[in-house]
């Protein structure tokens, strides 16, 4: 077989062919695996849902989104998704719950680039238990910020800009909590989307 001259047209058909070729290849794996991810996201949700409300069997009964937060309406109190894009690492989101009253029940971070060993520590830091545990505060009747910045939380140790971001989570979840987002809708059919499911 003739060796291809390396010439600038040559170059550019094979550099061509690869390209699509590879993006063709992409394009197959994540068609094949959007479904299986977006069912573990889900589970990894209801998940979430039920241990920050402390309950097994919780109903969502609707989800209603308020300036970018989500909050999930359940037979057992409320559950608020929340995120921050100033972590140390980036973006940081934390699903909260609240009790009737506005106490937190329970958190659990869902998305974080943060350090290991360092930020990473938002995980449990804040838990039960935990030097700058946040259950059974309320963001009504706490100052729920670092006590560097006069606050009632302890930062993680050196993760001050991760404890920031974490916390900044936690009262834009209360503060939508406290609106009730009942008024928002589902922004393309303008429906609020209800859920009857039983996890």
Do not use: H
């Given at each position: 077989?003739?060796?291809?001259?390396?010439?600038?047209?040559?170059?550019?058909?094979?550099?061509t062919?690869?390209?699509?070729?590879?993006?063709?290849?992409?394009?197959?794996?994540?068609?094949?695996?959007?479904?299986?991810?977006?069912?573990?996201?889900?589970?990894?949700?209801?998940?979430?849902?039920?241990?920050?409300?402390?309950?097994?069997?919780?109903?969502?009964?609707?989800?209603?989104?308020?300036?970018?937060?989500?909050?999930?309406?359940?037979?057992?109190?409320?559950?608020?998704?929340?995120?921050?894009?100033?972590?140390?690492?980036g973006?940081?989101?934390?699903?909260?719950?609240?009790?009737k009253?506005?106490?937190?029940?329970?958190?659990?971070v869902?998305?974080?680039?943060?350090?290991?060993?360092?930020?990473?520590?938002?995980?449990?830091?804040?838990?039960?238990?935990?030097?700058?545990?946040?259950?059974?505060?309320?963001?009504?009747?706490?100052?729920?910020?670092?006590?560097?910045d006069?606050?009632?939380?302890?930062?993680?140790?050196?993760?001050?800009?991760?404890?920031?971001?974490?916390?900044?989570?936690?009262?834009?979840?209360?503060e939508?909590?406290?609106?009730?987002?009942?008024?928002?809708?589902?922004?393309?059919?303008?429906?609020?989307?209800?859920?009857?499911?039983?996890?």
């Open positions: 077989m003739k060796k291809l001259q390396s010439t600038w047209y040559n170059m550019s058909i094979v550099l062919l690869i390209s699509v070729v590879a993006g063709a290849a992409l394009a197959y794996v994540n068609d094949i695996t959007y479904e299986p991810i977006q069912k573990i996201k889900e589970q990894q949700l209801q998940d979430g849902i039920k241990a920050v409300l402390s309950a097994d069997k919780v109903k969502v009964q609707s989800v209603d989104t308020l300036d970018g937060v989500i909050v999930y309406v359940t037979n057992k109190g409320k559950a608020v998704q929340a995120s921050d894009p100033n972590g140390f690492g973006k940081l989101t934390v699903l909260v719950g609240f009790d009253r506005g106490a937190i029940q329970g958190y659990r869902l998305e974080s680039a943060e350090t290991p060993g360092l930020g990473a520590k938002a995980g449990e830091w804040f838990q039960k238990g935990s030097k700058g545990c946040i259950i059974g505060m309320s963001p009504a009747k706490n100052n729920m910020t670092v006590k560097q006069g606050g009632d939380v302890d930062a993680i140790t050196a993760s001050t800009i991760t404890s920031r971001a974490f916390l900044r989570c936690v009262n834009a979840a209360y939508a909590f406290a609106k009730g987002a009942e008024t928002e809708t589902d922004g393309e059919s303008g429906a609020t989307r209800q859920y009857d499911d039983n996890y």
